[in-house]
């Protein structure tokens, strides 16, 4: 303690007097300052550390905390141990260096638990009446909590919390982590009151402001969480270069997102990314990621994920993997939605793999696991579709995109049914079937391609036992739309048609562009033979997601020009069809000479070539063509 | 229960397990009905199960909404292996051709499973690795053992196929038969065997299997040759290789987030590569093996240096020692978990802690070497185009570093990055040429010959360094988990005052490359194993507390829990042998006694391969064994046979007397066999299986 207490009083009195005379004669930054300042009184490397004695090496180990050099720090501490196995403070710096700095937390509980039999031992039993026993007792407990906390124990920290607080300890973090344990006891009145008195008594205000603005989204109370998150803003920002706004703006984002304010949403997650700390963590670039899918920004979302990206390189975190499960999953939708399924496979499977460190955010590993299946087995569909209108150079070539898609429909069938019950059985009879259930990582606009293979009774009902408390109108179009994707699923055609008649016209444009998609291709499937309306909502559709209609097995109706017939027969396998007996949007344009192919695919209302591609193998250029319509 | 822990079908394998036997009983039950019945009786009753679940899918039963959906589905899975199972041995029960198609099925199954290991990726399916890991094997190991398992399996599963020859579904333990089985047997299991220790020793010995295992770069051999391989890199395995544990920061580390742990140095030109040199050579290499000491003053003349202490812990054997760069001490460590580690050793290094872009107007090469030196840093490569295209590189570029720095840029931003480049190069032939005067498809190996050429062309002293390059962003607490794939190769210039200084190409353009997460819960496994000794942190610390059991990774119950159910089988086992044997001594009753000594009698015929085929009556059965070659007189078949179904007034009043003397006279021929077999037919457990499953001796 003696030697914490004299480098506290190197921090703060000798090194503001010693680097202020440096700085006004010297050309040094400030951490070459701090580096000199303490580098010479407290590492001494003139002395082996075997000679030092254990307090020396606890004050290096301090010190090297504070110059973020963490493993000389830790090498210390174990010295002091192979000294003095029953050395208490070095047990509890050590369990710190596991909880903050590696995220090991289990071997961090090791040490504090160890730290906390010691000093019991060494010291007695509580209440004490020395302050080095109180703090350092203090010290132990708060530990232990951050570490309950860490490895899911709640009922554990709550249980130190309390103890923390019968000793009459109390300091700044206490409020704000009181709350949190509560709130994830499902305690949120108890929680919304203890973050109240955080904020009141000004402990560590910024985080206990964060913490209301969380239990009242949760409590029902979207506008009193926005005014505490505009304090919490308020607050971090006024801590300069020290104040992480982007936590409290990314919350704020995901109230309006609840709120289905999706312009405010998306401006508060820009402005979150945009911040010193915004590319910390990912969720503020995840959640402008899922609101832009909603309404088909691929392009934005790609810009946004590379900006993440490159800015995230500044910032080791504790692994490099940290943030990629999630950055996966984006970019496996991305691809999907451009038509590259076997791209979008291969990383959505890295998704599910991939290492994923969640801490103290909401999601958790399940909502991530749940959300990759689904986009997983849409694109399963979409890979299978595509091989069922590829155009294919010989026979075997065919037979063998059988054999793929069979497999592909087998393990389709297997992850529908994974996901079921991940959904069911892990995430609390699907919780997340509220729409923008907060943490939840579930592209919602297509959430009834998995939702279809349940029985609709039970659909219509859990939307019942939702809309009780859920009363947003533009979450009703989202369950609207999954009861009619069930109905048609389960052979319900016209009721499934009425549903979705009446939601379309609900729908809001370019915010729910996506669920339009959704609702068309349920037209699209109860058309009955209806050409024209057919025709009409596949153009629809392919003007909102291009390749949409080839993922999910439809054909796009068009005009043709084609001369040669091997073409025609071709391209009358794929999922383009050609009809010249109606006047549509497209038109598909050969124009080959001297043995080489030139297709065209051209917008007829404004003339302008969209797409085109040539070469001399047929199949290739075929093959390349659809690729680029779709 | 393990097997559920290690495979995640939702559904508990066990039941599935438990529902698969079921099916197989079930099918013997059945074996009389056609196998048309059958099915049509299975399908019947998949088509009223699913009614059912439809139906029960949607009953208002639970709190839960979707419960009896989740319910449902884990039925249909059950139902579904269950079926399987009872039509799959029903047709095996049928026919001998059905049998080899479900052996084939099971087979094909069993190596679709184990595929993953294609293109030497032995630590594919990842369900290997976890078994390697907890059996403490090396992953070839492992695989090779599960494959002859799976054999061997198979094989068993044969060996009680029925035979041509016998009734339906019956099992013929009989001598000739054993014997023919027996030495089948014997015979495929040695060629397993036989072959596993081949394939072993070839790629564990074998120069050419080493490289394509160890991604292009194998281990430092002889001076005078090299480790490295051009054909192909696809051993870009997984496999663990080391834990090293940095016992302090590397904060000014200039390679960041990158680490370069230097094994070997490759310096002398021989022919068309750049083999090891002789000692006098490359001395900042250690070249010790990890058991020795080492130790070397610290060379005071190169700038920015700092120590810093690694501990290694091997996992896979290194013929030589690995380190961040000038290693100055090395000591070998205890090992703390032998069943983990291979070695262990200690080194002190003097570290890099200059910034890359310091090197401005820097010369190249130690102004203190030799002539000889010089001459061996400065060899260049026969073939003239190197020097052409290093000049037409470099035209622009006023010093060394310069020219360092466009050769690197100009190779990372033309060169491809392949595991299989597959150049057709000729014994003796420059393996470099079709890389960069081809198709500039390549790996490490390729890229850092080609860079050393140049450099050499252009007159800067140049080598190839080898060991490992692992990103740092995938250590934890300092500790850096190295994988095969890790090895690498590269290449250095020598900067005046600096030293050996790696320059390595980071293509732009990557066709393929190995995978590159590392097992954060294997990290952590190990970290476990170095974690201080009881004495600082006791074991039960964490008893009572919540959430901490070990990461998931495969644990094998202790032995006891295999021993007990195994002991209880085997006095189970021989408890009913004896009762069979000899519970005719109980009975006071003439009749049960007449019926248990012919069921004596019975369990040792079934022993050695007789047995009362079904719809075979006892009378019969006494013909067939006096016509067979044993020629043996079953007497209590018939008594018993006149005993029972006789009228009362016409049955044999035997004695108990009698009967022990008829006993004894049908089994005299019996007893007259050797000790040892009569031990071999003991343990035979056909008669225990009927005993539990038969109605009619």
């Known amino acids: 303690m003696v030697a914490q207490l004299f480098f506290y009083i190197l921090l703060f009195v000798y090194f503001p007097l010693t680097a202020q005379a440096q700085l006004g004669n010297s050309e040094k930054n400030i951490d070459d300052l701090l580096s000199e300042a303490f580098r010479k009184p407290l590492i001494d490397d003139s002395i082996e550390d075997k000679d030092k004695t254990v307090e020396e090496l606890i004050a290096e180990a301090n010190f090297l905390f504070l110059d973020k050099r963490p493993i000389d720090a830790r090498s210390k501490l174990l010295k002091v141990l192979d000294k003095d196995p029953n050395y208490y403070k070095a047990h509890a710096l050590l369990g710190e260096y596991y909880l903050v700095h590696v995220g090991h937390y289990r071997l961090a509980l090791k040490y504090i638990k160890r730290a906390q039999q010691l000093f019991l031992q060494q010291q007695g039993k509580p209440p004490y009446d020395s302050t080095e026993n109180r703090t350092d007792?203090?010290?132990?407990?708060?530990?232990?909590?951050?570490?309950?906390?860490?490895?899911?124990?709640?009922?554990?920290?709550?249980?130190?919390?309390?103890?923390?607080?019968?000793?009459?300890?109390?300091?700044?973090?206490?409020?704000?982590?009181?709350?949190?344990?509560?709130m994830k006891l499902g305690r949120i009145k108890e929680a919304i009151q203890t973050a109240r008195i955080g904020v009141i008594t000004g402990a560590d205000e910024g985080r206990a402001l964060n913490m209301l603005g969380i239990l009242l989204s949760m409590d029902n109370d979207p506008q009193g969480a926005l005014k505490v998150f505009r304090s919490a803003i308020a607050q971090e920002l006024s801590l300069?270069?020290?104040?992480?706004?982007?936590?409290?703006?990314?919350?704020?984002?995901?109230?309006?997102?609840?709120?289905?304010?999706?312009?405010?949403?998306?401006?508060?997650?820009?402005?979150?990314?945009?911040?010193?700390?915004?590319?910390?963590?990912?969720?503020?670039?995840?959640?402008?990621?899922?609101?832009?899918?909603?309404q088909l920004r691929i392009n934005d979302i790609s810009r946004i994920l590379d900006e993440f990206e490159d800015c995230v390189k500044q910032f080791p975190l504790r692994n490099g993997e940290e943030h990629k499960a999630l950055v996966n999953l984006m970019r496996g939708r991305i691809s999907l939605m451009s038509g590259k399924s076997d791209t979008a496979l291969a990383f959505l499977e890295k998704s599910i793999e991939g290492t994923q460190w969640f801490g103290k955010i909401g999601t958790n590993e399940n909502d991530l696991i749940s959300a990759s299946l689904i986009s997983i087995i849409q694109a399963y569909e979409a890979q299978s579709n595509y091989l069922k209108t590829k155009v294919y150079s010989s026979f075997f070539e065919r037979i063998s995109s059988i054999k793929k898609r069979l497999s592909i429909w087998v393990k389709r069938k297997w992850l529908i049914r994974k996901a079921k019950l991940t959904l069911i059985t892990k995430q609390n009879d699907i919780e997340d079937f509220k729409i923008r259930n907060t943490d939840s990582l579930i592209d919602y606009s297509s959430?009834?391609?998995?939702?279809?293979?349940?029985?609709?009774?039970?659909?219509?009902?859990?939307?019942?036992?939702?809309?009780?408390?859920?009363?947003?109108?533009?979450?009703?179009?989202?369950?609207?739309?999954?009861?009619?994707q069930s109905y048609l699923y389960h052979g319900k055609k016209t009721k499934a048609q009425e549903i979705v008649n009446s939601t379309l016209q609900n729908l809001r444009p370019r915010y729910d562009d996506s669920l339009k998609v959704q609702a068309l291709l349920i037209k699209l499937s109860t058309t009955n033979g209806d050409l024209k309306t057919y025709n009409q909502t596949a153009q629809l559709i392919y003007n909102l997601s291009k390749a949409t209609l080839r993922n999910k097995g439809f054909y796009l109706p068009v005009n043709y020009s084609i001369r040669d017939n091997s073409i025609l027969n071709n391209l009358n396998d794929t999922?383009?069809?050609?009809?010249?007996?109606?006047?549509?949007?497209?038109?598909?344009?050969?124009?080959?000479?001297?043995?080489?192919?030139?297709?065209?695919?051209?917008?007829?209302?404004?003339?302008?070539?969209?797409?085109?591609?040539?070469?001399?193998?047929?199949?290739?250029?075929?093959?390349?063509?659809?690729?680029?319509?779709? | 229960m393990l097997i559920d822990k290690s495979i995640d079908l939702s559904t508990s394998i066990t039941a599935l397990t438990l529902s698969s036997i079921i099916g197989v009983f079930s099918a013997y039950k059945?074996?009389?009905?056609?196998?048309?019945?059958?099915?049509?009786?299975?399908?019947?009753?998949?088509?009223?199960?699913?009614?059912?679940?439809?139906?029960?899918?949607?009953?208002?039963?639970?709190?839960?909404?979707?419960?009896?959906?989740?319910?449902?589905?884990?039925?249909?899975?059950i139902e579904l292996i269950y079926f399987i199972s009872i039509f799959s041995t029903h047709l095996s029960l049928k026919s001998a051709t059905a049998y080899t198609i479900e052996t084939l099925i099971l087979m094909l199954f069993g190596i679709s499973i184990l595929s993953g290991h294609r293109n030497f990726h032995f630590e594919l399916p990842k369900f290997t690795q976890t078994i390697s890991w907890t059996l403490g094997s090396s992953q070839l190991t492992t695989f090779i053992l599960i494959g002859t398992l799976i054999s061997l399996l198979t094989l068993i599963y044969l060996f009680f196929s029925p035979s041509e020859n016998s009734q339906e579904g019956e099992i013929i333990l009989g001598k000739r038969n054993i014997l023919r089985y027996g030495v089948g047997s014997l015979l495929l299991l040695s060629l397993f065997i036989g072959s596993s220790g081949l394939i072993h020793s070839y790629f564990k010995d074998s120069s050419e299997a080493s490289g394509?295992?160890?991604?292009?770069?194998?281990?430092?051999?002889?001076?005078?040759?090299?480790?490295?391989?051009?054909?192909?890199?696809?051993?870009?395995?997984?496999?663990?290789?080391?834990?090293?544990?940095?016992?302090?920061?590397?904060?000014?580390?200039?390679?960041?987030?990158?680490?370069?742990?230097?094994?070997?140095?490759?310096?002398?030109?021989?022919?068309n590569e750049i083999v090891l040199a002789l000692k006098g050579f490359d001395n900042d290499v250690s070249r010790t093996s990890p058991s020795e000491n080492f130790s070397r003053v610290q060379d005071n003349s190169l700038a920015e240096r700092e120590t810093l202490t690694q501990s290694v812990y091997l996992i896979a054997p290194h013929k030589s020692i690995f380190a961040i760069d000038y290693p100055i001490k090395i000591d070998p460590l205890k090992n703390p978990n032998t069943s983990k580690f291979i070695a262990a050793y200690r080194v002190v290094s003097a570290i890099p802690e200059y910034k890359l872009s310091e090197f401005e107007n820097i010369e190249t090469g130690d102004p203190s070497w030799t002539g000889i030196e010089w001459s061996h840093y400065l060899a260049v490569h026969s073939n003239k185009k190197y020097t052409e295209l290093a000049l037409n590189i470099t035209k622009n570029e006023p010093t060394d570093i310069d020219k360092i720095r466009a050769i690197i840029k100009y190779l990372s931003k033309n060169a491809i990055y392949t595991l299989t480049p597959n150049h057709e190069v000729a014994q003796g032939d420059d393996p470099v040429e079709p890389f960069l005067f081809g198709d500039m498809r390549g790996y490490c190996v390729h890229f850092a010959h080609a860079t050393v050429y140049m450099l050499r062309a252009l007159g800067i002293p140049a080598r190839i360094g080898t060991g490992y390059l692992t990103d740092l962003n995938q250590a934890k607490d300092g500790h850096i988990l190295l994988r095969m794939s890790d090895r690498h190769a590269w290449a250095e210039s020598y900067i005046r005052g600096y030293g050996w200084v790696p320059f390595d190409v980071q293509p732009e353009q990557v066709e393929s490359h190995a995978d590159t997460n590392v097992d954060m819960s294997m990290l952590e496994d190990l970290m476990g194993l170095l974690e201080p000794g009881d004495e600082i942190l006791p074991e039960k610390i964490l008893e009572g507390e919540k959430n901490v059991e070990?990461?998931?990774?495969?644990?094998?119950?202790?032995?006891?829990?295999?021993i007990i159910p195994f002991l209880l089988l085997l006095v189970v086992f021989i408890l009913t042998k004896l009762f069979l044997r000899y519970s005719w001594i109980l009975s006071d009753t003439p009749s049960i006694r007449l019926r248990r000594a012919y069921i004596s009698v019975a369990s040792q015929l079934i022993e050695r391969g007789h047995i009362r085929n079904t719809g075979e009556t006892r009378c019969e059965f006494k013909k067939r064994l006096i016509a067979g070659k044993l020629n043996f007189n079953f007497t209590l078949a018939e008594k018993l046979t006149k005993n029972k179904f006789c009228k009362n007034t016409d049955r044999n009043k035997l004695s108990l007397k009698e009967i022990s003397q008829a006993l004894h006279n049908d089994l005299s021929p019996l007893i007259k066999t050797s000790i040892w077999k009569r031990i071999v037919f003991f343990a035979n457990p056909t008669p225990f299986l009927e005993f539990f499953s038969r109605k009619k001796w």
């Open chain 1, 137 to 182: 007792h203090a010290y132990i407990l708060y530990l232990l909590v951050q570490a309950r906390l860490n490895l899911d124990n709640y009922e554990g920290a709550l249980e130190i919390l309390d103890e923390y607080s019968n000793y009459g300890y109390f300091a700044s973090w206490y409020p704000g982590t009181r709350a949190w344990v509560l």
């Open chain 1, 240 to 294: 300069g270069e020290e104040g992480q706004p982007a936590t409290p703006l990314n919350n704020s984002g995901e109230v309006y997102k609840e709120l289905f304010d999706d312009e405010k949403a998306e401006s508060t997650w820009r402005k979150a990314i945009r911040l010193p700390d915004g590319c910390e963590h990912v969720l503020p670039t995840l959640n402008l990621g899922i609101l832009l899918m909603e």
């Open chain 1, 447 to 484: 959430f009834g391609d998995l939702l279809e293979h349940l029985p609709p009774i039970l659909i219509e009902k859990k939307i019942q036992q939702i809309i009780d408390s859920d009363t947003r109108k533009e979450s009703l179009n989202f369950y609207n739309i999954y009861l009619a």
């Open chain 1, 575 to 630: 999922n383009l069809k050609l009809d010249n007996s109606v006047e549509l949007t497209y038109e598909i344009k050969e124009e080959s000479n001297n043995g080489e192919i030139v297709l065209q695919f051209i917008n007829k209302s404004t003339n302008k070539v969209l797409y085109s591609e040539k070469g001399t193998e047929q199949v290739d250029v075929l093959n390349k063509f659809l690729d680029l319509i779709f």
């Open chain 2, 30 to 77: 059945l074996k009389n009905y056609s196998s048309s019945k059958v099915l049509f009786g299975i399908l019947l009753i998949i088509f009223v199960i699913e009614i059912l679940l439809r139906w029960l899918e949607v009953l208002p039963l639970a709190s839960s909404i979707f419960f009896l959906s989740t319910l449902s589905s884990h039925i249909r899975l």
């Open chain 2, 212 to 271: 394509k295992l160890t991604n292009g770069v194998g281990q430092a051999g002889k001076e005078g040759s090299s480790p490295l391989g051009f054909h192909s890199a696809l051993g870009g395995s997984n496999e663990p290789a080391g834990l090293v544990r940095l016992d302090g920061d590397y904060k000014n580390n200039p390679f960041a987030p990158m680490l370069y742990l230097r094994e070997s140095a490759l310096s002398e030109l021989q022919g």
């Open chain 2, 550 to 562: 070990d990461s998931p990774s495969l644990k094998l119950p202790e032995l006891k829990y295999f």
